[in-house]
């Protein structure tokens, strides 16, 4: 409805000022329904432009505009707003397509690939609560552009390669023990991780010795390459039972950095040929760049050794090359930003890449009292959250109603809701603080609201028993004027999607 108003708007301008202003129209969504259902600024826009009072132009545009069904009524308000009113007619066409399965799925990808790598944890640790906001806004964005009709690839690119294990294995055959790792293996992988940092805060040669098991680990060491699959193997357990307690993420491929191990070296190849790897200070390779707010990258170090930066090429170019993405979305927090600047801007200069890459990036997420940092082992546990958040549940269900049968599950879903939700409505480029008392608020634009109005209308329609199907006609009688209401929202429901998906910002369905 809104390209319609739009193409109705051009067409009267070209038809009373002989000129094309169609690109000029910005059409918005009134707030209060007495300003109709869509409204147009264009007649203020173009008062400066065209020497006229903005109220003569849109008197002008107005008698001028074509004959359409879609309208009701137009109205002109304040100083020049043109205010457009959907008939009644044409809302209730909107209220019968909204019977139909799958309302609200549009074909605007169709024949669009588009790539989302989301979540990506670093493995050998358990999930922190830092990894919430990537896996959450992730899989919303999946969900929508799915919706869209785009052909939708969802990638956890998994930390399962890098320094952190040259860490890790060093601390193993310090102080690891066999059988205790056992019983409990990603939190005595973190344990050791956490040790190995402070105990080279006074041994710096522990530094040193790491990046040597690494680099024999990259050279194909038999006992680090055995220790590495055991710690990836039973992170990723560990990792998908927290996956599955969020319920409704999924990925369509699980490509951790050890996936382009045979990869980098093609990518240095071409990059150095390509004169785009130069060498640097001491013998390291570097890409430079014109900009000088950007600082060079480092590919390959004087070692020989690879880095994380190393494998984002190789995964950018496989990933282009692969599925020829019209878009390949990035969902990573905003401290990323300089990184992924210094990674699309190398790319550009490869001949495989045009551009296709975007990063969708969001605030932190902060706690009133606590910093997040697995190195110093304060890391907030994304399941101990998860728990608090059902804990919490349980004692507002135990206050409201103590005989509800399933309370348990009903705690399960109303609590980690909550929590997803609380991410999902607000504007991911701000940080988020966690509140329990907004989280699961029962009133308000909160997920336990959400699904308590939910829970009423399926209430509503299991008390009613069976309903003929009746098609909606004008002629049907009169609405009531909540009815009205109701029903004018219908038609924006697929220009929120579109928007949401367009704007990678989730909290425009929410608001909706």
């Not at 457009?84 to 044409?90: A, L, T």
């Not at 988020?432 to 699904?451: A, T």
């Not at 909540?482 to 219908?490: G, T």
């Amino acid at each position: 409805m809104e390209v319609a108003i739009k193409k109705l708007l051009a067409a009267s301008i070209k038809k009373t000022f002989a000129v094309d202003f169609s690109d000029r129209i910005k059409i918005e969504s009134p707030s209060e329904d007495i300003h109709g259902d869509y409204a147009s600024n264009i007649a203020l826009a173009l008062s400066k432009e065209l020497k006229k009072n903005p109220l003569e132009i849109a008197e002008k545009i107005v008698k001028n505009l074509g004959k359409s069904s879609l309208i009701g009524k137009v109205e002109i308000a304040g100083p020049g707003f043109i205010n457009f009113f959907i008939s009644e007619k044409e809302l209730l066409k909107e209220v019968n397509k909204a019977l139909i399965k799958n309302y609200g799925q549009s074909k605007v990808g169709a024949k669009k690939n588009i790539v989302m790598d989301y979540s990506s944890p670093n493995i050998a640790k358990p999930l922190g609560v830092h990894h919430l906001l990537s896996t959450i806004i992730g899989q919303a964005l999946y969900n929508i552009h799915k919706n869209l009709g785009f052909k939708t690839i969802s990638v956890n690119h998994i930390g399962d390669w890098g320094t952190q294990f040259g860490k890790l294995i060093c601390a193993y055959k310090k102080w690891g023990n066999k059988k205790t790792l056992e019983k409990n293996p990603v939190n005595e992988m973190l344990k050791l991780y956490v040790k190995f940092h402070n105990e080279a805060e006074k041994h710096i040669e522990l530094e040193d010795e790491s990046r040597k098991e690494f680099k024999n680990f990259e050279e194909g060491d038999k006992e680090n390459r055995k220790l590495w699959k055991w710690f990836v193997a039973e992170s990723m357990k560990d990792i998908n039972k927290t996956y599955k307690k969020l319920g409704g993420i999924h990925f369509d491929k699980i490509q951790g950095e050890s996936f382009y191990e045979d990869k980098m070296g093609e990518i240095l190849k071409e990059g150095k040929k390509l004169k785009i790897f130069v060498e640097g200070e001491d013998g390291a390779y570097v890409v430079k760049y014109s900009d000088p707010n950007i600082a060079p990258f480092v590919v390959q170090k004087k070692d020989g050794a690879t880095l994380y930066s190393t494998r984002d090429f190789a995964t950018l170019k496989y990933r282009v090359k692969t599925w020829h993405p019209a878009k390949l979305l990035y969902v990573v927090d905003v401290a990323q930003s300089m990184h992924f600047k210094q990674l699309f801007e190398g790319a550009k200069k490869f001949p495989w890449y045009k551009g296709e890459a975007e990063h969708v990036h969001f605030g932190r997420m902060r706690m009133k009292d606590a910093q997040m940092s697995t190195r110093k082992g304060n890391v907030i546990l994304l399941d101990m959250l998860l728990e608090e958040a059902i804990l919490r549940a349980k004692k507002i269900i135990e206050n409201k109603n103590s005989k509800l049968k399933n309370k348990t599950r009903v705690a399960e879903v109303v609590g980690i809701g909550a929590v997803k939700y609380n991410i999902l409505s607000q504007n991911r480029t701000t940080d988020i603080v966690f509140d329990w008392d907004k989280i699961l608020s029962l009133e308000g634009n909160s997920g336990p609201y959400l699904q308590y109005s939910y829970a009423r209308a399926k209430s509503i329609l299991r008390k009613a028993g069976k309903i003929k199907s009746k098609k909606l006609t004008a002629q049907s009688g009169s609405l009531h004027p909540k009815e009205f209401s109701l029903i004018r929202l219908f038609p924006k429901f697929q220009e929120r999607v579109e928007a949401a998906a367009s704007e990678y910002k989730p909290n425009i369905i929410c608001l909706y």
